[in-house]
């Protein structure tokens, strides 16, 4: 019992890093398992909707057989996640840690600094081998964790293949297309003509109006409309209402830009006339999906990271990637994406926590580098399977079955870390993955901006104005976007609304971001 105690008693109650405390339970700090006495630890993360509860998961309950550690998991569906997490934080009611936390850098300098989630480095220093190995292999990764005042909050992931930075690829039925007699198009105008065809002309031969001519996921990380913006000459990263690009070393607010306002009055012509999905602006992955795996197939094109995963294995034989348009000026442009392949919201600890070293020892198993490849992708057994040289190799997957929604099922992302160095040597990169690469390299690389706003972390007061300033300019923003794609009328009110962004801040924010960007540089 005094052991205990004490334990207890020795937590710092600051948050100077030092949260290396006596165990208060036996641990082993090296070797498995990590407690002779089975531990419960209670984690709370976002799901798809598609996995099953991360409790079920294969990779997980071997974790738990060789640590001895049990997860107990709050799995949240991702699109209420946030809501769910902001309450658990305002209330006090704390799990033991946020597993791919979704924590903002805001949330990471505001809680950090309050001391609801607690500094890390001591714990890593202690209790992480396999991280630390990291850090070493990519002090950059390090850098990307490691907040303005010194401490780290929050544990990394990466993932580097060079595929994030251009999410979208252009997909488009080619069996519509020969049935029709249509050439594959080459510029805006010959792609309109082309939707129209396709609204018009059935050619899923059932009779009915219901072919979809185009459609995406609006606003998503991935299979967005940024570059259906670009072709007016300027890409746009709308995901989560960024709106942001670099050219020629400066930050650009994309929503203020008279290209901007000419794609999404262009556009709206589009929708109105049904050339574009009536439900886009409300879309989802899930509802994307449903509609190319319809019964009858009715999309005729659409934007996503690859093509099998929207319309199913045995359908995607009919589409094709559909290489990159000329602009309304003649340009192509592709853009390039501000989603870093690393993230540093892998996982927070939290003070309500009485196990802080346990956590970490847990997690530091995850950044064992062959255990990451399966925390990204799936499981051995599932997924992959051991070659002779003990490389993790592509099992064949059943005929049918989509890796990408296959990968959501087994595999819960989070903490892990898989370099550049790891493949061919750890792990033998996915099939999907390798040719994602190739499209890529083929149509999209050499028309790709080079710019873009990176990770940075930014300090307390200045992450707190761009919190206060964000939160309604993106309202504002959100809504007219939608409101303009549907019901037009951006010609009238468009001064209105770019005088409004102004009233409410937004210089000041572009100019914390230009400094930010100008040190980050330096």
Not at 92 to 105: R, T
Not at 263 to 274: C, V
Not at 286 to 305: N, R, V
Not at 341 to 365: C, F, H
Request: proline residues 6%; charged residues 25%.
């Amino acid at each position: 019992m005094m052991s205990v105690v004490l334990g207890a008693c020795s937590v710092n109650s600051g948050n100077s890093g030092n949260n290396v405390k006596t165990p208060a339970v036996s641990i082993n700090e090296t070797g498995l398992p990590i407690v002779k006495e089975k531990v419960t630890l209670n984690f709370v993360s976002p799901k798809s909707p598609i996995a099953p509860d991360y409790g079920d998961m294969t990779l997980f309950k071997t974790l738990e057989e060789a640590t001895n550690v049990h997860i107990e998991w709050n799995n949240i569906p991702g699109d209420g996640y946030q809501e769910k997490k902001n309450l658990m934080l305002a209330s006090g009611d704390l799990p033991d840690a946020f597993y791919a936390s979704g924590f903002s850098d805001y949330d990471l300098v505001k809680y950090g600094a309050d001391g609801t989630i607690i500094s890390l480095e001591d714990l890593i220093e202690k209790y992480a081998p396999n991280l630390k190995a990291l850090f070493e292999r990519s002090p950059e990764l390090k850098k990307v964790v490691t907040a303005p005042d010194g401490h780290i909050y929050s544990l990394p992931r990466a993932e580097e293949m060079d595929l994030v930075n251009m999410p979208n690829i252009m997909v488009i039925n080619k069996t519509w297309l020969d049935k029709l007699g249509l050439q594959m198009p080459t510029t805006i105008e010959e792609y309109k003509q082309v939707l129209i065809a396709f609204r018009d002309k059935d050619p899923n031969g059932n009779g009915k109006k219901d072919e979809i001519p185009l459609s995406w996921w609006w606003q998503g990380w991935c299979g967005n409309e940024g570059d259906l913006f670009a072709l007016f000459g300027l890409p746009d990263n709308p995901f989560e209402d960024d709106h942001r690009v670099v050219k020629d070393g400066k930050v650009i607010y994309t929503a203020v830009q008279p290209e901007y306002k000419a794609a999404l009055e262009y556009l709206h012509g589009w929708y109105k006339d049904g050339l574009i999905d009536q439900e886009v602006a409300t879309i989802d992955p899930a509802k994307l999906f449903a509609k190319g795996k319809s019964t009858d197939a009715t999309l005729g094109s659409y934007m996503w990271w690859e093509i099998e995963e929207v319309v199913g294995t045995d359908r995607a034989k009919d589409y094709v990637v559909m290489p990159p348009l000329k602009g309304v000026n003649g340009e192509i442009i592709v853009g390039h994406s501000n989603y870093s392949e690393y993230g540093r919201d892998a996982l927070v600890i939290t003070k309500a926590n009485k196990s802080p070293e346990i956590t970490m020892r847990w997690v530091d198993q995850l950044y064992e580098p062959k255990m990451s490849a399966q925390v990204n992708w799936g499981p051995i057994g599932e997924v992959y399977e051991e070659d002779a040289n003990g490389m993790l190799v592509n099992k064949k997957l059943p005929d049918g079955v989509a890796m990408g929604e296959f990968r959501q099922k087994v595999a819960p992302g989070g903490p892990f870390a898989v370099l550049k160095e790891d493949f061919g040597t750890v792990v033998d990169m996915e099939p999907r993955a390798k040719e994602r690469l190739e499209i890529l390299k083929t149509y999209y690389q050499p028309y790709q901006t080079s710019e873009y706003f990176p990770a940075i972390f930014f300090r307390s007061e200045e992450t707190d104005t761009i919190n206060r300033l964000s939160t309604d300019i993106k309202q504002v923003v959100k809504l007219k976007k939608a409101q303009w794609l549907m019901e037009g009328g951006i010609e009238q009110e468009w001064d209105a609304y770019v005088k409004q962004l102004e009233d409410m801040g937004l210089p000041q924010m572009i100019e914390i971001w230009q400094n930010g960007l100008d040190n980050f540089n330096k």
